[in-house]
């Protein structure tokens, strides 16, 4: 292996690489062989930069989302810790989309992870994406358990409640509805986070 492959710059290209094939199709597999040739390197550089096909997508899916969203809200301390906290579940939800969009997206979750029997490569796939929004919204209860705003207590256990919340919504907002969706989403959203939060006001 050339030492040049080891370096930073190789790191880069192989993230950049997996990025690219990730957002051309969300339910690609990264299989170690397709994304070195993508970046232009050995496959035993990419595995000395990302040991596991788990730590690669692990590395996508925290770069894509730091792109989409580089500075949490979380971080304002000019609003509530409950305005902070609803803002940026709101972010995340947005990104499903509503209408045509949200419907085109649970679409392909449905025929890349439910419909076809399960794999090795499909359920690493999938829970590479549930972890990194797990791991987003922990990080935000850390923040508010940081500052006080957030009794300390399982927040790998709230996380898991909250993302839960987002994901009905999310199916929500691709399902016919009688009501509002922004209303009963608002409605949810804050029971959901007065619940994490204690009521606290």
């Known amino acids: 292996m050339a030492e040049r492959e080891t ?3 190789s790191r880069e290209r192989v993230l950049r690489a997996a990025m690219a094939m990730f957002g051309e ?7 170690v062989r397709a994304v070195a040739a993508r970046a232009g390197v050995s496959t035993g550089s990419l595995r000395y930069h ?8 692990d590395a996508v899916l925290t770069g894509i989302y730091d792109a989409i969203a580089p500075e949490d809200r979380i971080h ?3 609003a509530t810790a409950r305005d902070r906290l609803i803002d940026c579940l709101r972010q995340v939800l947005s990104l499903a989309g509503v209408g045509e969009q949200a419907r085109a997206g649970w679409g392909q979750i449905f025929k890349t992870y439910i419909e076809p029997e399960p ?4 359920r690493a796939a999938y829970l590479a ?3 990194e929004a797990q791991r987003r919204v922990e990080y935000w209860l850390t923040v508010l358990s940081g500052e006080g705003a957030l009794a300390e207590g399982d927040n790998p256990r709230r996380a898991r409640f909250l993302v839960t919340v987002l994901n009905g919504l ?8 009688e009501d509002s969706i922004l209303a009963t989403e608002t409605e949810t959203l804050h029971a959901a986070v007065d619940h994490v939060l204690g009521s606290r006001p």
């Open 7 to 9: 370096d930073a710059g």
């Open 170 to 177: 999310s199916i929500a907002r691709a399902l016919p509805s």
């Open 129 to 131: 994406i549930d972890r």
């Open 50 to 57: 990302f040991p596991t096909q788990r730590a690669l997508q």
């Open 25 to 31: 199709d969300p339910g690609a597999r990264l299989s």
């Open 76 to 78: 304002d301390r000019s």
């Open 119 to 122: 794999t090795d490569e499909s």
